[in-house]
């Protein structure tokens, strides 16, 4: 039972490649395990000009039975068209009938059929009974198919509606705050558009910072460790004896300007007094040199520190902004060095203060 197979496109009146139905009758005993039959009937479907089994099939040829000039094979084809009113129907276009022998092989071709009998066309050939209601259950169960499909379409259409209700019934109305009132003439659109926008102005300041945390920073003079605070926290701790510095690198946003700096940090002991913080900062770039301190200093202030084990955020203790850090030119790879200068006079805590980390926070 060889597969009816296409190399070049079955074509319809108009060239194109062809869409419709196939039909093909054997006429003669065949033997089964039941018994014995005279005639076997099938129907495929032909999608772009390709025989197949079906519609939903795009690989699974159509089979014909072997035939010989005592025993032909009656095949059928039946193709679409258009009404007058431009709608497609399925198998209502032209019919042709061929009364073909097929050779028993593995794949046989539309060509290589050989007819017994005259080819009938048009209205020369009448559709049989059998045809129409094979042609009609498949009509059917496409309906039904196309239906299920736009079912499931105003399904998720209706779904999405109500999520887009939800958010409007959720959201913050509009008022006389300047937001946006609609997108593209809907306006319940605006409700979301309008809450993100609240949100993207809450948070926008944090997008202008960085925090850096202690870990990050590298020894370079003494030996500050990594220690736990209160069992909960990590502090780098600096010496009270001796200055000792750290430093880390960071990649700018390009945007940024200017920036200030905020230490975060703690007495790690029970001793009062002042701690003397420095920061010194260097904008590297390709070629240029770390050699020997190419740090410029930036400055410093002694902050009295707080009892043991509570934070202090410096930036809170001043009336006006830190010295602005000047942008990169060419590059935005800052190096930052931080310093507890213990042996200075103005250093006066008898114990180890713990950094924290520190912020970075553009100012233009």
């Known amino acids: 039972m060889p597969n009816l197979l296409t190399p070049l496109p079955f074509l319809d009146a108009?060239?194109?490649p062809a869409n419709g139905f196939i039909f093909a009758q054997a006429t003669r005993t065949f033997s089964t395990v039941n018994g014995f039959i005279t005639t076997v009937r099938s129907m495929g479907r032909i999608v772009d000009g390709v025989f197949l089994t079906s519609d939903d099939s795009k690989s699974d040829p159509f089979v014909l039975s072997a035939a010989t000039v005592d025993a032909p094979l009656n095949v059928t084809v039946k193709l679409d068209s258009y009404d007058a009113s431009g709608r497609l129907v399925k198998g209502s276009g032209g019919v042709t009938g061929r009364t073909v022998t097929v050779p028993d092989v593995g794949t046989v071709t539309w060509a290589d059929l050989v007819d017994v009998a005259p080819v009938t066309a048009g209205g020369l050939y009448a559709v049989e009974p059998w045809m129409q209601d094979l042609m009609d259950a498949a009509t059917a169960a496409d309906a039904s198919a196309t239906a299920a499909a736009t079912s499931a379409t105003d399904s998720d259409t209706a779904r999405a509606a109500a999520v887009v209700a939800k958010d409007a019934a959720e959201a913050v109305p509009v008022t006389t705050d300047g937001l946006i009132?609609?997108?593209?003439?809907?306006?319940?659109?605006?409700?979301?558009?309008?809450?993100?926008a609240r949100l993207s102005a809450t948070f926008a300041p944090l997008s202008d910072s960085v925090f850096i945390p202690a870990r990050e920073f590298s020894p370079t003079v003494g030996s500050p460790a990594q220690v736990a605070v209160s069992s909960s926290f990590s502090a780098l701790a600096f010496d009270a004896a001796a200055s000792e510095y750290v430093m880390t690198l960071a990649d700018l946003p390009p945007e940024w300007a200017t920036l200030t700096l905020t230490l975060h940090w703690a007495n790690l002991g029970a001793g009062a007094g002042n701690v003397l913080w420095v920061w010194d900062y260097i904008h590297l770039g390709d070629g240029d040199s770390i050699a020997g301190t190419p740090f410029t200093a930036g400055s410093g202030v002694a902050r009295t520190a707080p009892a043991q084990n509570v934070l202090r955020v410096?930036?809170?203790?001043?009336?006006?902004?830190?010295?602005?850090?000047?942008?990169?030119?060419?590059?935005?790879?800052?190096?930052?060095?931080?310093?507890?200068?213990?042996?200075?006079?103005?250093?006066?805590?008898?114990n180890d203060a713990g950094l924290f980390g520190v912020t970075l926070t553009k100012v233009s």
């Not at 009132?181 to 809450?195: F, L, P």
């Open 14 to 16: 108009s060239e194109q």
């Open 314 to 350: 410096t930036l809170t203790e001043f009336s006006t902004p830190q010295p602005a850090i000047p942008a990169p030119s060419g590059s935005r790879l800052l190096g930052l060095r931080i310093r507890r200068m213990g042996a200075d006079a103005l250093d006066t805590l008898p």
């Open 181 to 196: 009132t609609s997108i593209d003439g809907n306006a319940a659109s605006a409700y979301r558009v309008q809450a993100d």
